[in-house]
């Protein structure tokens, strides 16, 4: 057993302690005397694969009630129950998730913007319009009254006040660049505190993406997008750069303004076009999907989905389907890998910082999707990379950092080891002393050169 998150009762008399298996499909709430340690178990959330980590405990009316987010219907969505952990009413609901408007982690549910106990009001951001755009909302205590408050469309990342009468809310879309701005909680405009210089803006003459849907092979529409040069020409032929991630609810494919359009840039400044797909699982549009990866994490139900999408782009009359690559970093290292040994699509692909057998990762990630090996065995064998890494197709080119302590090197080496078993050659550029994300500014520079010259040589 784990204890995942703690939190004071408002009475500051008890503390609420949550606790995992060592499975992670099952997630105790304890509440425990702070002086004589007496406990009593308030209810258990439960999931046939894997329960997410919630940090959406909150306690109203004095302590008597407390709202809570769970999954069990195959959707985040908010329940209220008595202190006593009997459930009183579902408050959100519909075949759409709650989700946190931005800094969590993937695996971390946090959906409650605020909560205004005096006037029975919830706060949250959601998918409710769409998969790919997250807005607030509110909603009143017994599920009655939901309002959307985010006007534009896109994403909106939302900071309440504490006496929850003011919001600040971070906007973007994949055609403006993050606005701050200053609300009232009933959505009206106050000020816009930050924007970007429309006028220097204009001048980088950016490339914006086209977002639509591909059809996976049992009709389920996947979402893309693909960027094109600003002289696009229908009747050529252009190599195609596909960025991936994979993993359950790690969407790329979102209405908002990403850093890395600066780089696909670049990419598209050098006669290359690019494109993003998520997997179903990635997609974070249910439970119920991220759960067909279970026991099977970086297994056939991601690649399948990422082999649909790229031969629906080879089918584009304006790609060159002989030249197509693949790269991503970390989970999107390890789904390059995935695709260019259990796929021959990809010409060419770069791996970052990437986990080639989950034997080699931490438990809380890898063993809520794969359980223990000795749970799981025939898991961890069919999606080992290293295993698979004599079946490599096109060239690559492996990334990691010495010092990363995310993602051991151990995972590079292993498969490297493999490929020089197999006598199969491969590019390799080792950072040292960079972590996991290969952050500083010198190293992100001549990675992302090292990364364009190895595109103009392989693709």
């Given at each position: 057993m784990n204890i995942i998150r703690v939190n004071w009762l408002p009475d500051s008399k008890q503390i609420a302690v949550q606790t995992m298996n060592r499975m992670q499909d099952q997630l105790d709430i304890f509440f425990a005397d702070k002086i004589s340690g007496k406990v009593k178990l308030i209810f258990k959330e439960t999931d046939p694969c894997w329960v997410n980590i919630s940090d959406d405990l909150h306690f109203i009316k004095n302590g008597k009630e407390f709202l809570w987010v769970s999954e069990r219907s195959g959707y985040a969505h908010i329940y209220r129950y008595s202190i006593d952990g009997t459930l009183i009413n579902q408050i959100t609901k519909g075949d759409w998730a709650v989700v946190a408007s931005g800094g969590s982690a993937y695996w971390v549910r946090k959906a409650i913007s605020a909560v205004d106990d005096k006037n029975d009001i919830i706060y949250f951001t959601a998918q409710e319009k769409a998969a790919t755009e997250k807005y607030l909302y509110k909603i009143?205590?017994?599920?009655?009254?939901?309002?959307?408050?985010?006007?534009?469309e896109g994403t909106h990342a939302i900071n309440f006040s504490p006496d929850t009468k003011y919001y600040f809310?971070?906007?973007?879309?994949?055609?403006?660049?993050?606005?701050?701005?200053?609300?009232k909680n009933d959505g009206k405009l106050i000020n816009q505190l930050g924007s970007y210089d429309t006028?220097?803006?204009?001048?980088?003459?950016?490339?914006?993406?086209?977002?639509?849907?591909?059809?996976?092979?049992?009709?389920?529409?996947?979402p893309a997008e693909i960027m094109k040069p600003k002289d696009f020409d229908p009747n050529k032929k252009y190599p195609l750069i596909?960025?991936?991630?994979?993993?359950?609810?790690?969407?790329?494919?979102?209405?908002?303004?990403?850093?890395?359009?600066?780089y696909d840039q670049v990419l598209l400044d050098n006669g290359y076009l690019v494109a993003l797909v998520d997997p179903r699982i990635?997609?974070?549009?249910?439970k119920k999907l991220e759960n067909l990866a279970n026991l099977q994490l970086g297994g056939a139900v991601e690649l399948n989905d990422l082999v649909d999408g790229v031969k629906w782009f080879k089918k584009q009359s304006y790609i060159d389907s002989s030249r197509v690559g693949v790269w991503g970093w970390s989970g999107g290292g390890t789904f390059t890998m995935n695709a260019m040994t259990g796929s021959k699509e990809f010409k060419a692909g770069i791996a970052v910082a990437a986990v080639t057998d989950w034997h080699f990762y931490d438990t809380k990630f890898g063993e809520s999707v794969m359980k223990t090996p000795d749970v799981n065995p025939e898991g961890y064998e069919s999606t080992s990379l290293v295993k698979r890494a004599k079946n490599l197709h096109g060239r690559l080119m492996i990334v990691h950092g010495s010092y990363d302590d995310n993602v051991h090197p151990q995972n590079a080496y292993a498969f490297m080891d493999e490929l020089?078993?197999?006598?199969?050659?491969?590019?390799?550029?080792?950072?040292?002393m960079r972590m996991h994300g290969i952050s500083d500014r010198p190293a992100q520079i001549h990675l992302y050169n090292k990364m364009l010259e190895f595109w103009k040589n392989n693709l």
């Open positions: 009143k205590y017994d599920g009655t009254g939901m309002k959307r408050l985010s006007a534009e809310d971070t906007y973007s879309n994949i055609k403006t660049p993050p606005v701050l701005s200053l609300y006028q220097k803006f204009s001048a980088l003459d950016l490339q914006r993406p086209e977002q639509f849907t591909i059809p996976a092979r049992d009709g389920f529409p996947l596909i960025y991936v991630y994979g993993g359950p609810s790690a969407p790329q494919v979102l209405n908002r303004w990403r850093g890395s359009v600066y990635s997609a974070a549009i249910s020089i078993k197999a006598n199969i050659m491969f590019d390799l550029m080792i950072y040292p």
